[in-house]
């Protein structure tokens, strides 16, 4: 049902709206990444890359226990691929291959993070400011490189034609956008088909309002956003529930950081906060807990918990609520969520 709405979203975009080219890149990245995850799951039992969970987490969970991970380094590629043969020249292949770059830059980080995890049989890899420091320099360099070409705006676009100039700012509100958005997918990712289903539909959402912003869109950017919504969609089909394989970090700190330069580069910023609210609510449910729980923390080291675990998707398994009814319905507040940075995008 996912798929299908995302393909009819693409098409009445293509039938209505002039110069928009999104069924294409859709359909031809969901059937690639869902051909190459079919062929990749095995390999990636074989190289014995088995998924190990923590302790700490739901008990339910253990029984996905060596599941395959790193499937992100099986379908990134396809997305960033197919997304930048949209354009072979000038400004807007120049675009593409920044977003293109940055999200693989990302997508190695997510690697080296998750083959610590495995070489070490823990469920933590790189040490926090470690992936921060990486993180913030692939980010730099986008920014650097974005910046000297003159692609990012020095405002960021509002509803109702407000804008709110930044001028410098903008480098400090970028790097801050890369590292909040690929952290809070990468928190996402803790269900089955949860962060690949509501990534496919946020980037959907920017693609199609970017293609209904008259001069201020971008087809070029639109459609590589519909590319990276069919990798998801592709390796959905072997992510739902229960899962053959996972994104690991390879795929959600990728995800994020494709999301956050397209956002960057097209004046997008406002509606990502917006499509992205589930993103940013489980990046929420984290930090509120964590925060509550020292501020209250006793002589017995003990402190209150706001939920029952976070992040925020294993809140409401802990209450009862199963993932084949937790992530269908995270999926969708991220449709409606969409549906809401479309009606409120900037003019």
Not at 154 to 163: F, K, N, Q, R, Y
Not at 242 to 249: E, I, K, L, S, T
Request: charged fraction near 10%; include cysteine; proline fraction near 5%.
């Amino acid at each position: 049902m996912l798929i299908t709405v995302v393909v009819i979203a693409a098409y009445t975009s293509d039938r209505w709206i002039p110069n928009s080219l999104m069924s294409l890149p859709l359909l031809a990245a969901t059937l690639v990444s869902a051909v190459v995850t079919w062929w990749g799951t095995p390999q990636l039992r074989a190289l014995k890359m088995g998924q190990v969970i923590r302790t700490e987490g739901p008990q339910a969970h253990q029984r996905k226990s060596g599941t395959p991970t790193m499937g992100g380094l099986l379908v990134v590629p396809v997305g960033v691929i197919v997304g930048c043969l949209i354009s072979w020249e000038g400004r807007s292949a120049d675009q593409l291959l920044a977003v293109g770059l940055v999200t693989l830059a990302y997508m190695v980080i997510g690697g080296i993070d998750d083959w610590s995890s495995l070489t070490k049989r823990t469920n933590t890899g790189l040490k926090p400011r470690g992936k921060i420091l990486l993180q913030s320099a692939a980010a730099m360099v986008f920014l650097g490189w974005s910046a000297w070409q003159g692609w990012i705006p020095d405002a960021v676009s509002l509803p109702l034609g407000m804008v709110i100039p930044l001028g410098w700012l903008i480098w400090p509100l970028g790097l801050f956008v890369f590292l909040a958005e690929s952290n809070a997918t990468n928190l996402t990712d803790g269900l089955d088909g949860l962060a690949s289903g509501c990534g496919a539909l946020v980037f959907t959402g920017l693609g199609l309002q970017l293609m209904l912003r008259g001069n201020e869109g971008d087809p070029a950017l639109a459609a590589f956003c519909m590319a990276m919504a069919g990798c998801w969609l592709g390796f959905l089909i072997h992510n739902r529930n229960p899962a053959r394989v996972f994104m690991g970090d390879t795929g959600s700190l990728a995800m994020g950081a494709s999301l956050s330069a397209v956002a960057l580069l097209s004046n997008s910023l406002w509606p990502l906060l917006v499509m992205g609210g589930v993103f940013l609510a489980e990046s929420l449910s984290v930090i509120i807990q964590v925060w509550v729980f020292k501020a209250t923390k006793g002589e017995d080291g003990v402190g209150r918990r706001v939920l029952r675990m976070a992040p925020l998707h294993h809140h409401f398994e802990l209450g009862g609520s199963p993932e084949q009814i937790v992530v269908p319905m995270f999926w969708l507040a991220t449709a409606g969520l969409v549906i809401l940075g479309i009606v409120l995008r900037p003019t």
